[in-house]
Protein backbone atom coordinates (compact mmCIF):
# COMPACT_ATOMS: atom_id res chain seq x y z
CA UNK A 1 0.00 0.00 0.00
CA UNK A 2 1.64 3.28 -0.90
CA UNK A 3 1.65 5.96 1.79
CA UNK A 4 3.14 8.63 -0.02
CA UNK A 5 2.37 9.62 -4.03
CA UNK A 6 4.13 11.88 -5.28
CA UNK A 7 2.90 12.83 -8.78
CA UNK A 8 4.50 15.21 -11.46
CA UNK A 9 5.72 17.55 -8.73
CA UNK A 10 7.02 20.89 -9.90
CA UNK A 11 7.83 23.53 -6.96
CA UNK A 12 9.47 27.44 -7.13
CA UNK A 13 10.33 28.86 -3.79
CA UNK A 14 8.95 32.30 -4.14
CA UNK A 15 11.39 35.01 -5.41
CA UNK A 16 13.04 32.19 -7.31
CA UNK A 17 13.00 32.00 -10.88
CA UNK A 18 13.99 28.06 -11.47
CA UNK A 19 12.47 25.16 -9.82
CA UNK A 20 13.91 23.45 -7.14
CA UNK A 21 12.16 20.48 -7.83
CA UNK A 22 11.31 19.64 -11.49
CA UNK A 23 8.84 17.05 -12.12
CA UNK A 24 9.29 14.62 -9.54
CA UNK A 25 6.97 11.48 -9.11
CA UNK A 26 7.86 8.46 -6.87
CA UNK A 27 5.86 6.25 -4.79
CA UNK A 28 6.71 5.25 -1.10
CA UNK A 29 5.20 2.02 -0.05
CA UNK A 30 4.30 1.17 3.45
CA UNK A 31 6.86 0.19 5.89
CA UNK A 32 9.59 1.30 3.70
CA UNK A 33 13.15 2.50 4.37
CA UNK A 34 13.71 4.67 1.81
CA UNK A 35 16.93 6.30 1.64
CA UNK A 36 17.02 10.06 -0.90
CA UNK A 37 21.24 11.11 -1.41
CA UNK A 38 22.20 13.71 -4.33
CA UNK A 39 24.88 16.38 -4.52
CA UNK A 40 24.13 19.47 -2.36
CA UNK A 41 21.39 21.49 -3.53
CA UNK A 42 19.45 19.16 -5.68
CA UNK A 43 16.34 19.80 -3.86
CA UNK A 44 16.31 16.85 -1.31
CA UNK A 45 15.35 19.07 1.93
CA UNK A 46 13.05 21.00 -0.71
CA UNK A 47 11.22 17.19 -1.34
CA UNK A 48 10.62 16.38 2.26
CA UNK A 49 9.25 19.63 3.11
CA UNK A 50 6.96 19.06 0.74
CA UNK A 51 5.35 15.25 2.91
CA UNK A 52 4.08 17.75 5.57
CA UNK A 53 2.91 20.51 3.69
CA UNK A 54 5.69 23.06 4.78
CA UNK A 55 5.63 23.74 1.14
CA UNK A 56 3.60 25.09 0.30
CA UNK A 57 2.02 26.46 3.10
CA UNK A 58 4.74 27.65 5.10
CA UNK A 59 7.09 28.28 2.22
CA UNK A 60 4.69 29.88 0.04
CA UNK A 61 5.56 29.64 -3.86
CA UNK A 62 4.45 27.94 -6.93
CA UNK A 63 3.33 24.43 -7.05
CA UNK A 64 2.18 22.47 -9.72
CA UNK A 65 1.31 18.69 -9.16
CA UNK A 66 0.32 16.63 -6.30
CA UNK A 67 1.33 15.25 -3.46
CA UNK A 68 -0.83 12.56 -1.14
CA UNK A 69 -0.12 11.38 1.91
CA UNK A 70 -2.35 8.52 2.76
CA UNK A 71 -4.34 9.17 -0.16
CA UNK A 72 -4.84 12.32 1.09
CA UNK A 73 -4.24 15.85 -0.81
CA UNK A 74 -1.25 17.78 1.36
CA UNK A 75 -1.70 20.93 -0.20
CA UNK A 76 -5.55 20.71 1.28
CA UNK A 77 -4.58 19.94 4.94
CA UNK A 78 -3.12 22.31 7.39
CA UNK A 79 0.95 21.24 8.47
CA UNK A 80 -0.44 20.96 12.42
CA UNK A 81 -2.85 18.25 10.83
CA UNK A 82 -0.22 16.01 8.64
CA UNK A 83 2.23 16.53 11.78
CA UNK A 84 0.39 13.71 13.18
CA UNK A 85 0.70 11.59 9.73
CA UNK A 86 4.24 12.96 8.91
CA UNK A 87 7.14 13.38 11.57
CA UNK A 88 9.80 15.87 10.27
CA UNK A 89 13.31 15.85 11.90
CA UNK A 90 15.83 18.14 10.96
CA UNK A 91 19.30 18.67 9.92
CA UNK A 92 20.44 21.09 13.08
CA UNK A 93 19.18 19.53 16.41
CA UNK A 94 19.90 22.74 18.49
CA UNK A 95 17.05 24.39 16.65
CA UNK A 96 14.65 22.10 16.96
CA UNK A 97 14.69 21.63 20.72
CA UNK A 98 13.02 24.54 22.23
CA UNK A 99 12.18 23.29 25.64
CA UNK A 100 14.24 23.93 29.08
CA UNK A 101 13.95 20.35 29.63
CA UNK A 102 14.15 17.01 27.35
CA UNK A 103 10.46 15.77 28.30
CA UNK A 104 9.25 18.74 28.04
CA UNK A 105 10.18 19.33 24.22
CA UNK A 106 9.01 15.55 23.86
CA UNK A 107 5.76 16.60 25.26
CA UNK A 108 5.64 19.46 22.97
CA UNK A 109 3.98 18.28 19.84
CA UNK A 110 1.11 16.38 22.26
CA UNK A 111 1.08 19.70 24.23
CA UNK A 112 0.22 21.52 21.08
CA UNK A 113 -2.17 18.56 19.98
CA UNK A 114 -4.49 19.23 23.49
CA UNK A 115 -3.49 15.87 24.47
CA UNK A 116 -4.77 14.78 28.48
CA UNK A 117 -1.82 14.60 30.67
CA UNK A 118 -1.71 10.87 31.50
CA UNK A 119 -1.76 9.96 28.03
CA UNK A 120 1.19 12.45 27.43
CA UNK A 121 2.89 11.03 29.97
CA UNK A 122 2.49 7.80 28.81
CA UNK A 123 3.45 8.70 24.96
CA UNK A 124 6.32 10.42 26.63
CA UNK A 125 8.07 7.91 28.46
CA UNK A 126 7.28 5.44 25.15
CA UNK A 127 9.50 7.52 23.10
CA UNK A 128 12.01 8.55 25.18
CA UNK A 129 12.09 4.78 26.06
CA UNK A 130 12.01 3.73 22.58
CA UNK A 131 15.33 6.01 21.61
CA UNK A 132 17.02 5.23 24.33
CA UNK A 133 17.07 8.57 26.23
CA UNK A 134 14.62 8.31 29.10
CA UNK A 135 17.34 8.24 31.82
CA UNK A 136 17.89 12.25 30.40
CA UNK A 137 14.59 13.25 30.68
CA UNK A 138 15.37 16.12 33.72
CA UNK A 139 18.11 17.17 31.71
CA UNK A 140 18.03 21.02 30.21
CA UNK A 141 19.12 20.80 26.28
CA UNK A 142 22.37 22.70 26.70
CA UNK A 143 23.41 19.43 29.05
CA UNK A 144 22.99 16.94 26.64
CA UNK A 145 25.22 15.83 23.66
CA UNK A 146 24.79 17.01 19.95
CA UNK A 147 23.47 13.16 19.43
CA UNK A 148 21.48 13.21 22.31
CA UNK A 149 20.02 15.89 21.18
CA UNK A 150 19.17 14.55 17.90
CA UNK A 151 17.28 11.31 19.36
CA UNK A 152 15.37 13.64 21.47
CA UNK A 153 14.71 15.31 18.44
CA UNK A 154 13.11 12.15 17.04
CA UNK A 155 11.91 11.22 20.45
CA UNK A 156 9.62 14.56 20.17
CA UNK A 157 8.33 13.75 16.63
CA UNK A 158 7.41 10.00 17.71
CA UNK A 159 5.59 10.93 20.71
CA UNK A 160 3.19 12.04 18.06
CA UNK A 161 2.85 8.25 16.95
CA UNK A 162 3.09 9.49 12.87
CA UNK A 163 3.10 6.73 10.45
CA UNK A 164 6.11 7.98 8.32
CA UNK A 165 9.08 9.79 9.84
CA UNK A 166 11.16 11.66 7.57
CA UNK A 167 14.95 12.81 8.90
CA UNK A 168 16.65 15.31 6.73
CA UNK A 169 20.25 14.69 7.24
CA UNK A 170 19.89 13.88 11.19
CA UNK A 171 23.54 13.11 11.55
CA UNK A 172 25.57 16.13 9.76
CA UNK A 173 26.49 17.77 12.59
CA UNK A 174 27.41 14.29 14.49
CA UNK A 175 30.77 12.36 14.63
CA UNK A 176 30.91 8.58 12.80
CA UNK A 177 29.80 7.06 15.83
CA UNK A 178 27.05 9.09 17.17
CA UNK A 179 25.57 8.57 13.41
CA UNK A 180 25.90 5.01 13.58
CA UNK A 181 23.88 4.78 16.71
CA UNK A 182 21.38 7.30 15.52
CA UNK A 183 20.69 5.05 12.15
CA UNK A 184 20.60 2.19 14.57
CA UNK A 185 17.61 3.69 16.47
CA UNK A 186 16.25 4.66 13.01
CA UNK A 187 16.94 0.95 11.99
CA UNK A 188 14.87 -0.44 14.90
CA UNK A 189 12.22 2.11 14.76
CA UNK A 190 11.13 0.37 11.09
CA UNK A 191 11.66 -3.03 11.76
CA UNK A 192 10.22 -3.05 14.87
CA UNK A 193 7.16 -0.40 15.04
CA UNK A 194 6.91 -0.72 11.26
CA UNK A 195 6.74 2.96 10.88
CA UNK A 196 8.30 4.54 7.62
CA UNK A 197 11.45 5.63 7.00
CA UNK A 198 12.25 8.39 4.56
CA UNK A 199 16.24 9.23 5.30
CA UNK A 200 18.19 12.58 3.59
CA UNK A 201 22.06 11.15 3.86
CA UNK A 202 24.95 11.61 1.88
CA UNK A 203 26.80 8.80 3.65
CA UNK A 204 25.90 5.84 1.88
CA UNK A 205 28.99 4.09 3.46
CA UNK A 206 26.88 4.00 7.00
CA UNK A 207 23.50 3.48 5.44
CA UNK A 208 22.90 2.18 2.24
CA UNK A 209 22.71 -1.31 4.05
CA UNK A 210 19.57 -0.41 6.10
CA UNK A 211 17.59 0.82 2.90
CA UNK A 212 15.01 -1.58 0.51
CA UNK A 213 14.29 1.55 -1.57
CA UNK A 214 17.19 4.21 -2.87
CA UNK A 215 16.47 7.70 -4.69
CA UNK A 216 19.24 9.79 -6.47
CA UNK A 217 18.49 12.98 -7.01
CA UNK A 218 20.33 15.66 -9.34
CA UNK A 219 19.12 19.28 -10.15
CA UNK A 220 15.64 18.94 -8.70
CA UNK A 221 15.01 15.54 -10.90
CA UNK A 222 15.00 12.06 -9.43
CA UNK A 223 17.39 9.86 -11.76
CA UNK A 224 18.14 6.87 -10.38
CA UNK A 225 15.72 4.99 -8.37
CA UNK A 226 14.97 1.31 -6.85
CA UNK A 227 16.76 -1.58 -4.67
CA UNK A 228 20.29 -0.02 -3.45
CA UNK A 229 21.83 -3.44 -4.50
CA UNK A 230 20.92 -2.31 -8.14
CA UNK A 231 21.37 0.75 -8.32
CA UNK A 232 25.12 1.42 -6.64
CA UNK A 233 26.52 -0.63 -9.13
CA UNK A 234 25.27 1.48 -11.85
CA UNK A 235 28.28 3.35 -13.93
CA UNK A 236 26.18 6.62 -13.85
CA UNK A 237 25.92 7.08 -10.41
CA UNK A 238 29.49 7.79 -9.53
CA UNK A 239 29.21 10.44 -11.98
CA UNK A 240 26.51 12.36 -9.97
CA UNK A 241 28.51 12.58 -7.10
CA UNK A 242 27.36 10.59 -4.61
CA UNK A 243 29.14 8.82 -2.08
CA UNK A 244 29.66 5.24 -2.98
CA UNK A 245 30.34 2.85 -0.27
CA UNK A 246 33.80 1.28 -0.39
CA UNK A 247 32.67 -2.30 -0.11
CA UNK A 248 30.91 -2.00 -3.21
CA UNK A 249 34.01 -0.39 -5.23
CA UNK A 250 36.04 -2.43 -3.97
CA UNK A 251 33.68 -5.55 -5.11
CA UNK A 252 33.91 -3.54 -8.41
CA UNK A 253 37.23 -3.86 -8.24
CA UNK A 254 37.63 -7.49 -7.45
CA UNK A 255 34.84 -8.38 -10.15
CA UNK A 256 36.90 -6.58 -12.84
CA UNK A 257 40.25 -7.88 -12.02
CA UNK A 258 38.66 -11.47 -11.79
CA UNK A 259 38.37 -12.63 -8.51
CA UNK A 260 35.00 -15.03 -8.09
CA UNK A 261 33.02 -12.89 -5.84
CA UNK A 262 29.48 -12.98 -5.13
CA UNK A 263 28.11 -11.24 -8.13
CA UNK A 264 25.51 -9.65 -6.08
CA UNK A 265 26.47 -5.66 -4.71
CA UNK A 266 27.52 -5.40 -1.50
CA UNK A 267 26.50 -2.26 0.40
CA UNK A 268 28.54 -2.79 3.44
CA UNK A 269 31.89 -4.16 5.02
CA UNK A 270 30.30 -6.79 6.52
CA UNK A 271 28.41 -8.04 3.20
CA UNK A 272 31.76 -7.88 1.28
CA UNK A 273 33.43 -9.82 4.25
CA UNK A 274 31.24 -12.72 3.70
CA UNK A 275 31.11 -12.81 0.35
CA UNK A 276 35.01 -13.13 0.47
CA UNK A 277 35.07 -15.58 2.97
CA UNK A 278 32.30 -17.94 1.13
CA UNK A 279 34.63 -17.12 -2.26
CA UNK A 280 38.12 -18.39 -0.50
CA UNK A 281 36.44 -21.61 0.93
CA UNK A 282 35.82 -22.60 -2.35
CA UNK B 1 34.06 31.50 28.38
CA UNK B 2 33.09 31.85 31.85
CA UNK B 3 31.15 35.19 31.08
CA UNK B 4 28.79 33.30 29.41
CA UNK B 5 28.43 30.33 31.75
CA UNK B 6 26.90 32.98 34.00
CA UNK B 7 23.36 33.06 31.44
CA UNK B 8 23.03 28.80 31.63
CA UNK B 9 20.34 28.45 34.30
CA UNK B 10 20.65 25.22 36.56
CA UNK B 11 18.79 23.17 38.22
CA UNK B 12 19.00 23.05 42.24
CA UNK B 13 16.97 21.38 44.78
CA UNK B 14 15.71 23.06 47.97
CA UNK B 15 12.39 23.53 49.88
CA UNK B 16 12.98 26.96 49.03
CA UNK B 17 13.39 26.44 45.43
CA UNK B 18 10.36 23.84 45.48
CA UNK B 19 8.21 26.54 46.26
CA UNK B 20 5.19 26.87 43.50
CA UNK B 21 7.16 30.53 41.91
CA UNK B 22 3.29 31.96 41.89
CA UNK B 23 3.45 31.76 46.14
CA UNK B 24 6.53 33.74 45.87
CA UNK B 25 5.48 36.29 43.83
CA UNK B 26 3.03 36.96 46.12
CA UNK B 27 5.33 37.31 49.23
CA UNK B 28 7.82 38.83 47.22
CA UNK B 29 5.06 41.82 46.66
CA UNK B 30 3.93 41.11 50.13
CA UNK B 31 7.35 42.50 51.28
CA UNK B 32 7.35 45.13 48.95
CA UNK B 33 4.50 46.20 50.45
CA UNK B 34 4.94 46.52 53.88
CA UNK B 35 8.50 48.01 53.20
CA UNK B 36 6.69 50.71 51.00
CA UNK B 37 4.41 51.11 54.23
CA UNK B 38 7.00 51.46 56.65
CA UNK B 39 9.39 54.64 56.74
CA UNK B 40 10.86 53.71 59.95
CA UNK B 41 14.53 51.77 60.63
CA UNK B 42 13.31 49.19 62.96
CA UNK B 43 10.63 47.91 61.31
CA UNK B 44 12.50 47.59 57.99
CA UNK B 45 15.28 46.37 59.84
CA UNK B 46 13.05 43.12 60.63
CA UNK B 47 11.91 42.60 57.60
CA UNK B 48 15.47 42.40 56.50
CA UNK B 49 15.97 39.85 59.10
CA UNK B 50 12.93 37.40 58.32
CA UNK B 51 14.61 36.74 54.97
CA UNK B 52 17.29 35.73 55.99
CA UNK B 53 16.45 32.08 56.81
CA UNK B 54 15.44 31.69 53.37
CA UNK B 55 18.30 32.45 51.64
CA UNK B 56 20.39 29.93 54.10
CA UNK B 57 17.14 27.24 53.47
CA UNK B 58 17.76 27.36 49.91
CA UNK B 59 21.56 27.44 50.60
CA UNK B 60 22.18 30.65 48.06
CA UNK B 61 24.08 32.68 50.43
CA UNK B 62 27.01 33.49 47.41
CA UNK B 63 25.20 34.32 44.79
CA UNK B 64 22.42 36.60 46.94
CA UNK B 65 25.24 38.38 49.01
CA UNK B 66 27.03 39.34 45.54
CA UNK B 67 23.91 40.66 44.60
CA UNK B 68 23.73 42.48 47.65
CA UNK B 69 26.96 44.16 46.98
CA UNK B 70 26.12 44.90 43.13
CA UNK B 71 23.21 46.83 44.94
CA UNK B 72 25.54 48.42 47.39
CA UNK B 73 26.94 51.24 45.18
CA UNK B 74 23.18 52.73 44.47
CA UNK B 75 22.23 52.16 48.32
CA UNK B 76 25.09 54.18 48.84
CA UNK B 77 24.05 56.40 46.77
CA UNK B 78 20.30 56.49 48.07
CA UNK B 79 22.12 57.32 51.53
CA UNK B 80 23.73 60.30 50.57
CA UNK B 81 21.32 61.86 48.53
CA UNK B 82 19.15 61.63 51.36
CA UNK B 83 20.96 63.14 54.22
CA UNK B 84 22.32 65.79 51.43
CA UNK B 85 18.78 66.72 51.03
CA UNK B 86 17.37 66.93 54.56
CA UNK B 87 20.74 68.73 54.78
CA UNK B 88 20.15 71.99 52.68
CA UNK B 89 16.40 71.49 53.32
CA UNK B 90 16.90 72.44 57.44
CA UNK B 91 19.11 75.29 56.86
CA UNK B 92 22.64 73.35 57.15
CA UNK B 93 21.51 71.64 60.29
CA UNK B 94 21.44 67.39 60.30
CA UNK B 95 19.90 65.67 63.12
CA UNK B 96 20.09 62.09 64.30
CA UNK B 97 16.82 61.81 63.32
CA UNK B 98 17.75 62.88 59.38
CA UNK B 99 20.24 60.49 58.95
CA UNK B 100 18.52 57.66 60.67
CA UNK B 101 15.51 58.39 58.08
CA UNK B 102 18.16 58.24 55.32
CA UNK B 103 19.29 55.12 56.53
CA UNK B 104 15.87 53.70 56.78
CA UNK B 105 14.99 54.54 53.07
CA UNK B 106 18.57 52.90 52.24
CA UNK B 107 17.25 49.72 53.90
CA UNK B 108 14.10 50.08 52.68
CA UNK B 109 15.73 49.60 49.32
CA UNK B 110 18.11 46.90 50.13
CA UNK B 111 15.16 44.80 51.05
CA UNK B 112 13.35 44.99 48.16
CA UNK B 113 16.43 43.76 46.34
CA UNK B 114 16.93 40.93 48.79
CA UNK B 115 13.34 39.76 48.63
CA UNK B 116 13.82 39.89 44.40
CA UNK B 117 17.34 38.93 44.47
CA UNK B 118 16.08 35.85 46.46
CA UNK B 119 13.14 34.93 44.00
CA UNK B 120 15.36 34.85 41.01
CA UNK B 121 17.75 33.21 42.86
CA UNK B 122 15.38 30.18 43.60
CA UNK B 123 13.07 30.11 40.47
CA UNK B 124 14.30 28.26 38.22
CA UNK B 125 13.48 29.58 34.24
CA UNK B 126 11.18 26.55 33.07
CA UNK B 127 9.41 26.86 37.07
CA UNK B 128 8.58 30.70 36.09
CA UNK B 129 7.54 29.68 32.37
CA UNK B 130 5.24 27.22 33.99
CA UNK B 131 3.60 29.61 36.11
CA UNK B 132 3.30 32.54 33.26
CA UNK B 133 0.94 29.19 31.45
CA UNK B 134 -0.55 28.56 34.33
CA UNK B 135 -1.90 31.67 34.97
CA UNK B 136 -3.82 32.41 32.78
CA UNK B 137 -1.97 34.32 30.22
CA UNK B 138 -1.53 33.94 26.80
CA UNK B 139 0.82 31.05 26.05
CA UNK B 140 3.17 33.11 23.14
CA UNK B 141 4.14 34.91 26.37
CA UNK B 142 5.50 32.17 28.43
CA UNK B 143 7.03 30.27 24.50
CA UNK B 144 8.87 33.51 24.25
CA UNK B 145 10.32 33.46 27.74
CA UNK B 146 10.97 29.70 27.54
CA UNK B 147 12.53 30.49 24.21
CA UNK B 148 14.58 33.21 25.17
CA UNK B 149 16.37 31.77 28.17
CA UNK B 150 16.67 28.56 25.93
CA UNK B 151 18.55 30.15 23.50
CA UNK B 152 20.43 33.61 25.14
CA UNK B 153 22.91 31.23 26.20
CA UNK B 154 23.43 29.73 22.82
CA UNK B 155 23.57 32.93 21.35
CA UNK B 156 26.35 34.12 23.19
CA UNK B 157 28.36 31.39 22.87
CA UNK B 158 27.70 31.99 18.93
CA UNK B 159 28.77 35.50 19.44
CA UNK B 160 31.62 34.63 21.25
CA UNK B 161 32.67 31.91 18.03
CA UNK B 162 32.34 35.12 15.21
CA UNK B 163 34.26 37.27 18.01
CA UNK B 164 37.49 34.93 17.37
CA UNK B 165 36.51 34.58 14.13
CA UNK B 166 36.80 37.88 13.08
CA UNK B 167 39.69 38.79 15.42
CA UNK B 168 41.97 35.59 13.76
CA UNK B 169 41.08 37.85 10.84
CA UNK B 170 42.48 40.64 12.57
CA UNK B 171 39.70 42.40 13.34
CA UNK B 172 40.68 44.82 16.30
CA UNK B 173 37.96 45.60 18.87
CA UNK B 174 40.14 47.50 21.23
CA UNK B 175 41.04 50.47 18.70
CA UNK B 176 40.03 54.02 18.18
CA UNK B 177 37.98 56.44 19.86
CA UNK B 178 34.67 55.87 21.15
CA UNK B 179 32.69 56.06 17.70
CA UNK B 180 35.39 53.47 16.01
CA UNK B 181 35.28 51.18 18.39
CA UNK B 182 31.50 51.13 18.59
CA UNK B 183 31.75 50.95 14.41
CA UNK B 184 34.00 47.68 15.19
CA UNK B 185 31.29 45.89 16.26
CA UNK B 186 29.71 46.17 12.81
CA UNK B 187 31.44 42.95 11.22
CA UNK B 188 30.46 40.87 14.42
CA UNK B 189 26.77 42.13 14.74
CA UNK B 190 25.78 41.62 11.00
CA UNK B 191 26.30 37.54 10.86
CA UNK B 192 24.79 37.11 14.38
CA UNK B 193 22.13 38.66 13.25
CA UNK B 194 21.69 36.79 10.13
CA UNK B 195 22.34 33.87 12.22
CA UNK B 196 19.35 34.28 14.54
CA UNK B 197 17.05 35.31 11.57
CA UNK B 198 18.19 31.85 9.98
CA UNK B 199 17.71 30.24 13.55
CA UNK B 200 14.12 31.84 13.75
CA UNK B 201 13.19 30.30 10.61
CA UNK B 202 14.64 26.98 11.43
CA UNK B 203 12.53 27.13 14.67
CA UNK B 204 9.66 28.30 13.36
CA UNK B 205 9.90 24.98 10.52
CA UNK B 206 10.45 22.49 13.53
CA UNK B 207 7.39 24.09 15.82
CA UNK B 208 4.51 23.87 12.59
CA UNK B 209 6.43 20.17 11.97
CA UNK B 210 5.36 19.58 15.60
CA UNK B 211 1.26 20.69 15.48
CA UNK B 212 2.40 24.40 16.26
CA UNK B 213 -1.14 25.85 16.76
CA UNK B 214 -3.34 22.67 16.12
CA UNK B 215 -5.62 23.86 18.85
CA UNK B 216 -6.51 26.35 20.86
CA UNK B 217 -6.70 24.41 24.28
CA UNK B 218 -3.13 23.45 24.95
CA UNK B 219 -2.21 21.36 27.54
CA UNK B 220 0.66 20.85 29.51
CA UNK B 221 2.86 18.03 30.59
CA UNK B 222 2.83 19.39 33.98
CA UNK B 223 0.43 20.70 36.82
CA UNK B 224 2.10 22.77 38.87
CA UNK B 225 0.45 21.90 42.61
CA UNK B 226 0.29 23.63 46.13
CA UNK B 227 2.12 21.53 48.54
CA UNK B 228 1.93 21.81 52.52
CA UNK B 229 5.08 24.46 52.15
CA UNK B 230 3.09 26.52 49.90
CA UNK B 231 0.47 26.89 52.06
CA UNK B 232 2.85 27.52 54.96
CA UNK B 233 4.23 30.43 53.00
CA UNK B 234 1.26 31.61 52.08
CA UNK B 235 0.23 31.70 56.09
CA UNK B 236 3.28 33.16 56.56
CA UNK B 237 2.54 35.75 54.33
CA UNK B 238 -1.30 37.08 55.66
CA UNK B 239 0.24 36.63 59.36
CA UNK B 240 2.93 39.25 58.23
CA UNK B 241 0.28 41.74 56.42
CA UNK B 242 -1.76 41.76 59.32
CA UNK B 243 1.03 42.15 61.49
CA UNK B 244 2.20 44.90 59.53
CA UNK B 245 -1.08 46.85 59.59
CA UNK B 246 -1.66 46.45 62.62
CA UNK B 247 1.45 47.86 63.44
CA UNK B 248 0.82 50.86 61.05
CA UNK B 249 -2.79 51.45 62.92
CA UNK B 250 -2.24 51.09 66.75
CA UNK B 251 1.90 50.93 67.89
CA UNK B 252 3.64 54.29 67.85
CA UNK B 253 7.32 52.74 66.47
CA UNK B 254 10.11 54.04 67.90
CA UNK B 255 13.09 56.25 66.40
CA UNK B 256 16.54 53.70 67.14
CA UNK B 257 18.06 57.09 67.82
CA UNK B 258 15.33 58.05 70.54
CA UNK B 259 15.99 54.50 72.04
CA UNK B 260 19.76 54.64 72.31
CA UNK B 261 19.68 58.43 73.26
CA UNK B 262 16.76 57.04 76.05
CA UNK B 263 18.98 54.12 76.94
CA UNK B 264 22.15 56.44 77.61
CA UNK B 265 19.95 58.45 79.75
CA UNK B 266 19.27 55.63 81.62
CA UNK B 267 22.65 54.20 81.99
CA UNK B 268 24.02 57.57 83.59
N1 LIG C 1 13.94 28.89 1.52
C1 LIG C 1 14.41 28.92 0.26
N2 LIG C 1 14.16 29.97 -0.53
C2 LIG C 1 14.62 30.01 -1.80
N3 LIG C 1 15.34 29.03 -2.37
C3 LIG C 1 15.63 27.95 -1.65
C4 LIG C 1 15.18 27.83 -0.29
N4 LIG C 1 15.62 26.65 0.21
C5 LIG C 1 16.30 26.05 -0.80
N5 LIG C 1 16.31 26.81 -1.91
C6 LIG C 1 16.92 26.47 -3.20
O1 LIG C 1 16.36 25.26 -3.65
C7 LIG C 1 17.36 24.41 -4.18
C8 LIG C 1 17.30 23.06 -3.51
O2 LIG C 1 17.66 23.24 -2.16
P1 LIG C 1 17.55 22.11 -1.08
O3 LIG C 1 17.83 22.75 0.25
O4 LIG C 1 16.27 21.41 -1.24
O5 LIG C 1 18.75 21.16 -1.49
P2 LIG C 1 19.38 19.93 -0.73
O6 LIG C 1 19.43 18.81 -1.67
O7 LIG C 1 18.67 19.71 0.55
O8 LIG C 1 20.85 20.42 -0.45
P3 LIG C 1 21.83 20.08 0.77
O9 LIG C 1 22.39 18.74 0.54
O10 LIG C 1 22.87 21.15 0.70
O11 LIG C 1 21.00 20.17 2.04
C9 LIG C 1 18.68 25.12 -4.03
O12 LIG C 1 19.02 25.68 -5.27
C10 LIG C 1 18.40 26.20 -3.03
O13 LIG C 1 19.15 27.33 -3.32
MG1 LIG D 1 19.23 19.83 2.64
Request: charge should be neutral; hydrophobic fraction near 45%; proline fraction near 5%.
Amino acid sequence: MAVIEVRDLVYTYPGVSKPSIDGVSLTVEKGEFVLITGPSGCGKTSLCRTFNGLIPHFYQGELKGQILVAGEDVTGRQTFDMAKRVGLVFQNPENQLFALSVEKDVAFGLENLGMSRDEMRKRVDWALNLVGIYDLRERAPHEVSGGQQQRVAIASVLAMQPEIIVLDEPTSFLDPLSAERIFEVIYKLNQEQGITVILVEHRLDLTAKYANHLIVMDKGKICLEGNPHDILCNEDVGNIGVGIPKATLLHKQLKMKGFPVNPKTPLCSDELAAQLLEALSK
Amino acid sequence: MSVFDGLKFRKISSPIHNLDPRIKFIYVIAIFICAILFPQMLPLIILFIIQLPFVFIAKVQKQWIRSLRGAAFLAAFIFIINVLTTFFYNNYTLTFTNVESALAMTTRFIVLVESFSLFFLTTSPDHLGLAFEQSHMPYEFAFAFTTAVRFVPVMAEEAQTIMDAQKARGLELEKGNILKRIRNYIPILIPLIVSAIRRSMELAEAMESRAWGATKKRTNLYLLKLHKADYILISLTILLLIITIYTKLYVQIPQISELLTSLTLFAT
